[in-house]
């Protein structure tokens, strides 16, 4: 039979620790004030670290929750750059080859409108890979020659536009001005087939009035596709 203080010994153990005098301090004025022992004291301390610890454990659950959402988030962005990059090869790719196809159809003596049409080009695309193909080549007469043409072209819209605001007038108060400019749009749709035919004077106006607007289009595009 064992007896009461066995039992006690059975259901302790004995802890011996160093403290600064100052929490010894602390303690003893806490023991006094509170009437507490000092297993009381390592009762309340243990408490209160376990709460403590469980706070600091529900921190770091957040934070690797945190750190895995992050790293979900980056893992995302990673691959949607890796996609993007690659669609954006892939077009870089198409592009190139169809500039290549057109420098050919031009090398073999192609016009610009067969081009396109062979190649299914829009007019402003055929037209820059024409510049690009002149400069390429040193051909700054072919250059110039699909220059003025592209010029002729905006300049047939303008006239195409000025008809159109005649229904806003009475027929009887635009038939001459009428004639005159489709005189001008037929001798403009002659130059689009025979541009070398083209006078001085159309020259240096096509130039002066369109030549800017038709090579800031081709800028744009350009700028468009390094974006």
């Known amino acids: ?53 469980k706070a600091k454990i529900g921190e770091a659950s957040g934070l690797e929750r945190m750190l895995a959402q992050l790293k979900t988030a980056i893992r995302q962005a990673q691959q949607e750059l890796d996609g993007y990059t690659k669609e954006e090869r892939k077009r ?5 080859d169809k500039q290549m196809e057109a420098f050919k159809l ?3 003596g192609w016009g610009l409108e067969e081009a396109a049409f062979k190649l299914a080009l829009l007019q402003q695309e055929a037209f820059d890979y024409f510049q690009q193909w002149a400069e390429v ?36 108060s635009y038939q001459e001005e009428l004639k005159e400019i489709r005189s001008e749009i037929k001798y403009c749709q002659r130059l689009l087939n025979a541009p070398d035919e083209i006078k001085a004077e159309w020259r240096e106006f096509f130039l002066a009035q369109y030549s800017a607007k038709v090579l800031r289009a081709k800028s744009e595009k350009t700028r468009g596709r390094i974006k």
């Open 106 to 108: 031009f090398d073999l």
């Open 137 to 172: 080549r040193k051909d700054k007469q072919a250059a110039e020659r699909e220059l003025l043409r592209a010029c002729a072209r905006e300049h047939i819209k303008k006239l195409e536009f000025d008809i159109a605001g005649f229904a806003f007038r009475s027929p009887e």
């Open 92 to 96: 870089r790719l198409a592009e190139l």
């Open 1 to 53: 039979m064992t007896t009461a203080r066995e039992r006690y010994e059975q259901k302790t153990r004995v802890v011996t620790f160093r403290v600064s005098n100052e929490v010894f301090k602390e303690l003893e004025r806490i023991k006094a004030k509170s009437g507490l022992s000092n297993a009381d004291l390592i009762k309340l301390g243990v408490g209160v670290a376990e709460v403590e610890i």
